[in-house]
């Protein structure tokens, strides 16, 4: 293992093994990659494979697995509970690999920050103590609630260039920033890390963006990724790994490249990552890693970077490539309800108009993992001083938040005076956790969502899903820079432009902000916090793990039900999803995050926000296929819990993309708890299909999307699904065939043979047959 000589809890990466990368790498070029020029992504990629030996040929992008070897793993609160669950459940006695988690999700924001931190230790020990008693018996670092928000710790503490992690979140690209690669899965996926058995992913295609110039005084480096995801849309970025180069890469900070990679989730881009630079280095040294920066600097041009001839030549090496002009680059509003819904700064007045979003703003919310950083918050409160010395606070009828990615940053926050600027036009500071970018906030009792307003919030986070923030369906949730949220937090409107609009004081007088301005690092350095946020390093092999027989928020799982070697038969078709359904609507998070780690209860939320093609798009609303079997129309989860107790299997049928959003296992696990055996979908997005993969559900993908999902749109509860191929799967004939047939009252009326492929490798059919990739592990460890 390159990147650390060994496992265990640590409050900081230890400088990477370079030369056993450059030897990977040397080896790997020499045998299966023919000496030919690599991409950054390529280079880490295949130093980190786990037996270049076992390579007979060059890897083949979109269609080879390479097995790798992360270096590090990383879990935040909610997605934790499950990873440990099945941790547990393989028979480890400790991780492989160095691993953290990060107590972020499930502190809701409701009185302020220490209220808010106390208050979800009283909401949440029983979870916290889990995780606290798992994290010391498997020699975990344990991030309490209050010390951050995952992806920003991870890049003040463990991110390291050239190193490759796995993070139960979808967020973790953020860390290409600081060059690392690091890719959002599922906690199966984590566990596999964490269990030394090397980890599959399909070898991806390199999307190239060409940075040219530099950012304006008003742009952002969020402005880089919202125009990207407006040119790529949700889709764009599936099966690639975005890599940025260009001279306009080195004009950027590294915490605003950590934003970039952040949001490169929205495209569906496996990972995104940046080359290492001086800015990196500067970064390393301010966060106290003054060791790794060195070693990096004398690796820079050989392994950090693009080969040469790539950059001399991108078009012959890049799959894809996307120039972006610096200079040229507005600030830009994605949403609502898609974070690929970009409107430029100098059109966004008059679309508001046209297309009749609310102008008014209910909310302005900064900071998230997303866009935390010091340059952020120092340029923001730039521009609240300016309205400050005027007298001005934010406007009425917006709510002000501000949610500090870490306690280092609140700390410096604190003793700069941000926070001070921030509050002195009105700012609540929350607790250094998710808070209100997942839902986790005081909006419940706000007329605004009680009354299913209609109405406009301004956000410097990442994920605008419809309802994802406050569980209202017509909150218009727009992604912006921090400096655009301080403009829409000051004139409570959706339509002000700070460049060119001007604001009035508290005299009535009229003035223009002047552009906004700060710091790339603290001057004086991080500010290091209060120590009861620093992690829990304890290692503690005998520690027992508590978990009540009685809780309604943690239980033991058991395992899946081997595949019986056989065809499927009988299976019924439980929705037929129309449209975008993400995570978020087939595992809801919200109020339900309090059951990540009980698989029965969180079951009760399954596909609650999916779509039904056959009932006019109705929400959560199925008909049930099988006479007298109660209730004949219902809610997904009850029906689906119905054919659960009367042992029918089921299946989805979904459409494009199914499954984009995050790396929520659960929206696989709750499925298959629930008894359903196949996803047949239009496409799926990369995670979500790995994920079933690993709980032992068959994805499949029609051979023919535009035509067969039809077929499923049309009365869905009256077919009944027979599979062909199944039986003999393996990983060199992709088909299976689903033989059709549409009962009306007791007789056959039409028959269909609908073909689809499956994209399993012959590990995933492993996991398959076995029922779930866990019970692979769990017999191979002789548990
Ligand atoms: Fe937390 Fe939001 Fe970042 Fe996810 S995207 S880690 S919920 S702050």
């Known amino acids: 293992r390159y990147a650390t000589a060994s496992s265990g809890p640590q409050a900081r990466a230890t400088v990477p093994n370079y030369d056993l990368f450059k030897q990977r790498l040397d080896r790997a070029r020499a045998t299966v990659l023919e000496n030919k020029p690599l991409t950054l992504a390529q280079k880490i990629l295949y130093a980190h494979l786990h037996d270049v030996s076992s390579m007979t040929s060059a890897p083949v992008p979109g269609e080879t697995y390479l097995k790798l070897s992360p270096d590090r793993v990383a879990m935040q609160d909610a997605s934790a509970q499950m990873a440990i669950l099945q941790f547990m459940l393989s028979g480890m006695k400790q991780t492989a690999v160095p691993t953290s988690i990060h107590c972020d999700h499930l502190v809701e924001a409701y009185e302020g920050a220490d209220k808010d931190v106390a208050r979800s230790w009283q909401t949440s020990r029983e979870i916290y103590e889990f995780l606290q008693a798992a994290s010391q018996k498997y020699g975990i670092a344990f991030w309490k609630p209050g010390s951050g928000i995952i992806h920003q710790l991870v890049l003040e503490n463990y991110a390291a260039p050239g190193t490759l992690m796995l993070g139960t979140d979808s967020h973790t690209p953020n860390a290409g920033g600081l060059g690392m690669l690091a890719i959002g899965v599922g906690g199966a996926d984590a566990v596999d890390a964490m269990a030394s058995i090397p980890w599959e992913l399909k070898a991806p295609r390199v999307l190239g963006v060409r940075l040219s110039g530099s950012l304006h005084p008003w742009g952002s480096p969020k402005d880089v990724i919202l125009a990207l995801a407006g040119k790529l849309t949700v889709r764009g970025g599936t099966g690639y790994i975005v890599e940025y180069f260009g001279e306009g890469v080195e004009s950027l900070s590294c915490t605003g490249m950590a934003t970039i990679c952040n949001m490169g989730a929205e495209v569906g881009a496996t990972t995104s990552v940046f080359p290492y630079t001086p800015s990196m280095a500067r970064y390393l040294r301010a966060t106290q890693r003054a060791p790794i920066a060195t070693a990096a600097d004398a690796q820079q041009a050989s392994y950090l970077s693009a080969d040469e001839q790539v950059t001399q030549s991108p078009e012959t090496y890049y799959d894809e490539i996307v120039d972006i002009d610096l200079s040229s680059l507005e600030p830009g509003y994605n949403g609502p309800f898609t974070p690929d819904l970009y409107t430029p700064r100098s059109l966004m007045t008059d679309t508001v108009g046209r297309e009749q979003w609310s102008d008014k703003v209910s909310a302005a919310l900064i900071g998230s ?38 306690e280092q940053i609140r700390a410096t926050m604190e003793r700069d005076g941000i926070q001070q600027a921030f509050e002195s036009i009105g700012a609540k500071v929350l607790a250094n956790a998710c808070g209100p970018c997942i839902g986790q906030w005081n909006r419940d009792e706000n007329p605004v969502v009680k009354n ?90 005998a520690m027992e793990i508590p978990i009540a027989p009685t809780s309604a928020r943690l239980q033991t799982l058991e395992a899946f039900v ?69 209730p004949a129309q219902g809610t997904i989860p009850d029906v689906a ?67 067969d999902y039809f077929i499923f749109a049309k009365d869905p509860h009256e077919l009944v699904v027979q599979t062909q191929g199944v039986k003999d799967i393996n990983e060199h004939n992709p088909v299976v065939t689903l033989l059709v047939e549409r009962i009306r009252d007791g007789n056959v009326i039409e028959t269909y043979s609908v073909e689809c492929r499956h994209t399993m490798s012959a590990d995933q059919i492993g996991w398959f047959k076995a029922g779930s990739a866990l019970n692979l592990i769990a017999s191979q460890q002789g548990a």
């Open 452 to 541: 299913r307003e209609t109405n406009s919030i301004v956000s410097s986070f990442n994920r605008n899903f419809r309802a994802r923030n406050d569980g209202n369906p017509n909150t218009m949730n727009f992604l912006t820079s921090p400096e655009m949220v301080l403009s829409a937090a000051l004139s409570g409107r959706l339509s002000f432009n700070p460049l060119a609009d001007t604001l009035t004081d508290s005299t009535g007088k009229e003035f223009k902000l002047q552009p906004p301005t700060g710091d790339e690092l603290p001057k004086d350095g991080y500010a290091q916090g209060r120590d009861e946020y620093k992690p829990l390093l304890d290692h503690q092999p």
């Open 562 to 630: 081997p595949w019986n070697g056989q065809e499927f038969f009988n299976t019924r078709v439980l929705i037929t999803v129309q449209g975008k359904c993400t995570t978020d609507h087939i595992s809801a998070a919200g109020k339900w995050l309090k059951y990540k780690g009980h698989l029965e209860n969180l079951s009760r939320n399954t596909l609650i926000g999916a779509a039904n093609a056959a009932m006019d798009g109705q929400v959560n609303l199925v008909r049930n296929s099988i006479e007298g079997l109660e």
């Open 641 to 707: 819990l119905a054919y659960k107790t009367a042992n029918v299997p089921w299946l989805v049928i979904a459409d494009y993309n199914y499954g984009e959003g995050s790396a929520r296992e659960h929206a696989a696990m709750q499925p298959r708890f629930l008894g359903c055996n196949m996803v047949i979908a239009r496409s799926f997005a990369r995670i979500h299909e790995t994920n079933l993969k690993k709980q032992g559900v068959l994805p499949l993908v029609f051979a023919r999307p535009d035509e």
């Open 369 to 406: 993992c997303t866009n935390s950083s010091y340059q952020d918050l120092s340029r923001a409160a730039s521009l609240a001083r300016q309205a400050s010395e005027r007298g001005l606070k934010v406007a009425e009828g917006t709510e002000f938040l501000v949610s500090p990615g870490s």
